[in-house]
């Protein structure tokens, strides 16, 4: 069995920053590419950015491209979300989720991941 725990949400201004991780227990963390998603209120869940399991390969949703910058420490079984510049529409609960495919190099599609964390509130206001 997988878990994943994210933590570093909270309240921000828009324009301020945060850093959101997410680390794994239960499984060789370093052979699965990792995503995160989030979803706002009265909003299905949203792509925000992947991950590869070597680090190598990453995208990000167009709506934070430039603003948020997805890494992994595989030593240390743990992914990060820096989010900078944030936006009061960014405000949602983020996700991290492992990938069911070993070795694969991430996808933006949420059905390809088969473990979730708990989820973390960020809140950004105007």
């Known amino acids: 069995q997988v878990q994943l725990v994210e933590s570093g949400g909270g309240l921000v201004q828009a324009g301020g920053s945060l850093r959101l991780s997410c680390t794994a227990s239960g499984r060789t963390f370093s052979s699965y590419a990792m995503g995160w998603f989030r979803q706002a209120p009265g909003k299905d869940r949203e792509f925000v950015a992947f991950i590869s399991w070597s680090g190598t390969r990453t995208r990000y949703a167009d709506s934070v491209t430039g603003r948020f910058t997805i890494s992994r420490d595989n030593a240390k079984n743990t992914v990060s979300l820096q989010m900078n510049s944030l936006k009061p529409e960014d405000t949602a609960v983020y996700y991290c989720?492992?990938?069911?495919?070993?070795?694969?190099?991430?996808?933006?599609?949420?059905?390809?991941?088969?473990?979730w964390g708990q989820g973390t509130q960020v809140t950004v206001s105007s």
């Open positions: 989720a492992a990938e069911s495919l070993q070795y694969g190099l991430g996808s933006p599609d949420s059905n390809e991941y088969n473990y």
